[in-house]
Nanobody, 127 residues
Framework: QVQLVESGGGLVQAGGSLRLSCAAS????????MTWFRQAPGKEREFVGA????????AYADSVKGRFTISKDNAKNTLYLQMNSLKPEDSAVYYC????????????????????WGQGTQVTVSS
């Protein structure tokens, strides 16, 4: 069983930055494929970015490419999402997900590919 706890959300002005954290327990990050998704009110959950099992490769949605970066601290068993140049349309609840599957595979962009999810953290970007 894997437990995920997100933190770091908040209110920020457009153009600002935030760093979200996802603390994992129950398994080490290097043995998990991990992802960030987000969901705005009235919209479906959408893919933001992912890092593959082993951590050698990342992938991002076109809407955040060049602005958001996924990284991890293996010593802390924590995944991060650095968000720069934030826009009001980035406002959403952000969720991290994990799966022990997909050994040696590329980063997975589909929600159904993840088995564990955190409770989410709210990000609000004011204009």
């Amino acid at each position: 069983q894997v437990q995920l706890v997100e933190s770091g959300g908040g209110l920020v002005q457009a153009g600002g930055s935030l760093r979200l954290s996802c603390a994992a327990s129950g398994r080490t990050l290097n043995t998990l494929a991990m992802t960030w998704f987000r969901q705005a009110p009235g919209k479906e959950r959408e893919f933001v970015g992912a890092i593959n099992w082993g951590g050698g490769s990342t992938a991002y949605a076109d809407s955040v490419k060049g602005r958001f970066t996924i990284s991890k601290d293996n010593a802390k068993n924590t995944l991060y999402l650095q968000m720069n140049s934030l826009k009001p349309e980035d406002s959403a609840v952000y969720y991290c997900g994990a799966s022990p599957r997909w050994v040696g595979q590329r980063p997975r962009p589909a929600e159904r590919d993840y088995d564990y999810w955190g409770q989410g953290t709210q990000v609000t970007v004011s204009s």
